[in-house]
């Protein structure tokens, strides 16, 4: 294996970008070069993969991916069941290995577990004499506080997978469906209209960044982190960038449950980034032997310590025994220990899902920059939605 040399493609970001400083030690293991030929935002990563496999000329060994967008890929995409045992995979969380799974067969390896928490600045709201949100009401009615004292009170991506997973969220806490039991959309509802109308309002009432519309994951952590906004929904992997001194929201921040509907239904976007093989690579054991590595207990470490969730149960455990009792890390886990067990949802795994992700996110976003009537964004997603979807029925 020595002397050969590895393409990958790979996810980009502040929160994924401290775990390739590992390629070199892979290296000096196994002497496989590992040449990272694309790094990019998650929805760049997706169109250039998708690209490349449909044009049959895909010449990437591994890819980062994602359990609900593996499904789409699924045919270009190595079968591990046969590279892993069952001894190997036990360390893994069974149902995030079960998620990584299309039609049965093994098509990536979890990454991480992404489950949104409530992020805000103890100070404003402590100015502002405001308990921390535990509804999406509450969340507005701090929002507008905050307004009235010049800040911007909260931001949430205003595009692409990170608008649809807000949006997700407000529509299942309110009791709407995202599909029906046929995978039929469902969303066109008065459950969805009242989520969209809330992200609308609190849009035009200038509660959010004035650029909200260009606002992706990114963005929205940077916001918060450098006092732009007083409250997000963050992802884990963001977290260790929010302890770094310098930055204006550091040993200013407190963490909460993702807000409620006024029910109490709490519903929370997850999902799990994850690695694959490409059906199409001539060294497939080479790739297998990045993949594990990749996934081991060592790099699974260094994502956990820039925040991400880890997948393996051991290095769960450990990162929960070094958090001081009492400690805000300490509370971090038990807050997302609660969220695992009990307000996660899932969009439902089918090959054209991404596509039906990308009409939606259009539409959302058309509604709430009032390019469209909530009604006619909606009524028009699931039109299109449905003429996808429609061979389900």
């Not at 035009?204 to 929205?220: A, R």
């Not at 260790?240 to 040993?251: E, F, I, Y």
Request: hydrophobic share 35%.
């Amino acid at each position: 294996m020595t002397g050969q040399t590895l393409r990958v493609a790979l996810i980009e970001g502040p929160a994924y970008n401290p775990l390739y400083h590992i390629f070199d030690k892979f290296e000096r293991h196994t002497g496989i070069h590992v040449s990272v030929s694309f790094l990019g935002a998650h929805p760049d990563l997706n169109r250039h993969v998708g690209e490349l496999f449909d044009s049959g000329e895909c010449d990437y060994d591994l890819i980062s991916t994602h359990t609900k967008y593996a499904p789409s890929q699924a045919s270009h995409l190595l079968d591990l069941d046969d590279y892993f045992s069952a001894e190997q995979l036990s360390d893994f969380s069974p149902s995030l290995i079960e998620l990584a799974r299309v039609q049965g067969k093994l098509k990536s390896i979890p990454r991480n577990f992404d489950a949104r928490l409530l992020f805000y600045r103890t100070d404003q709201l402590q100015q502002l004499g405001l308990d921390v949100p535990q509804t999406w009401k509450e969340l507005y009615e701090a929002a507008a506080a905050a307004k009235g004292q010049g800040w911007t009170g909260f931001a949430y991506p205003g595009m692409e997978s990170g608008l649809f997973g807000t949006f997700f969220e407000l529509l299942v806490s309110r009791g709407g469906e995202l599909f029906d039991e046929r995978l039929q959309p469902a969303f066109d509802s008065e459950a969805g209209r009242e989520a969209l109308r809330y992200l609308k309002r609190i849009y035009e009432q200038g509660l959010t960044p004035q650029n909200l519309p260009n606002m992706h994951y990114d963005e929205v952590s940077q916001s918060f982190r450098d006092g732009g906004c007083m409250m997000v929904t963050d992802w884990p992997g963001y977290y260790q960038l929010l302890l770094d001194p310098s930055r204006p929201a550091a040993g200013r921040f407190g963490l909460a449950l993702t807000p409620a509907d006024d029910s109490g239904k709490r519903s929370v976007y997850c999902g799990s980034h994850s690695f694959a093989v490409t059906a199409s690579t001539q060294k497939p054991e080479q790739a297998i032997s990045l993949l594990k590595f990749f996934t081991s207990y060592e790099a699974q470490s260094i994502d956990a310590l820039n925040g991400h969730v880890p997948v393996r149960g051991s290095v769960m455990d450990a990162q929960k025994k070094s958090a001081p009792a009492g400690s805000l890390e300490a509370l971090r886990w038990s807050l997302l220990d609660e969220t695992m067990a009990t307000s996660v949802i899932i969009p439902p795994k089918f090959p054209e899902y991404p596509e039906t992700e990308d009409l939606l996110w259009k539409a959302l976003q058309d509604g709430i920059t009032g390019k469209l009537s909530v009604e006619d964004a909606l009524k028009g997603a699931a039109a299109d939605i449905g003429g996808i979807v429609s061979r389900y029925a």
